[in-house]
């Protein structure tokens, strides 16, 4: 099936992985960071934006803010679907607290919302916390 183009989410840099080998902890060129991590990692706008605009690989992101009761109950569901998705879709987060720009550019009304973006464009949103296997299904929907 040949290859397809990751962001690392540490350093930005891009990499071709084999997609065979997308679910064996694929490393960063670069940094050495894992490129399929099995739990949600913490983005930058800028580094949000080139995955976004670059990655083959489906990428969801939980739009959050430290004091979000409903965004605090989904984290360990969110970090289980992470888990469960390794090597078919990558999970991040990014605070709307800190990158409050970001919120607005990505049209965040409410939160936690989460977005799946799939070869540069949004492919559908979810405003409201979710369950494990309820996150699981909507992120391979």
Avoid at 63 to 68: E, Y
Avoid at 86 to 112: C, F, M, W
Wanted: charge should be positive.
């Amino acid at each position: 099936m040949g290859t397809k183009t990751l962001t690392c989410l540490s350093c930005a840099q891009l990499n071709r992985v084999p997609y065979d080998r997308l679910s064996a902890a694929p490393k960063c060129g670069s940094c050495g960071k894992g490129l399929m991590p099995t739990k949600p990692v913490d983005v930058t706008p800028a580094v949000l934006q080139k995955a976004i605009a670059k990655d083959e690989v489906p990428l969801v992101v939980d739009f959050w803010a430290p004091w979000c009761g409903p965004c605090k109950a989904m984290a360990p569901d969110y970090a289980k679907a992470a888990q469960a998705l390794r090597g078919e879709v990558r999970l991040v987060k990014l605070n709307t607290q800190d990158h409050q720009s970001a919120g607005a550019r990505y049209r965040i009304r409410a939160i936690p919302t989460l977005v799946r973006f799939l070869h540069g464009k949004e492919h559908k949103r979810q405003s409201g916390a979710l369950r494990a296997t309820a996150l699981i299904a909507w992120c391979k929907g």
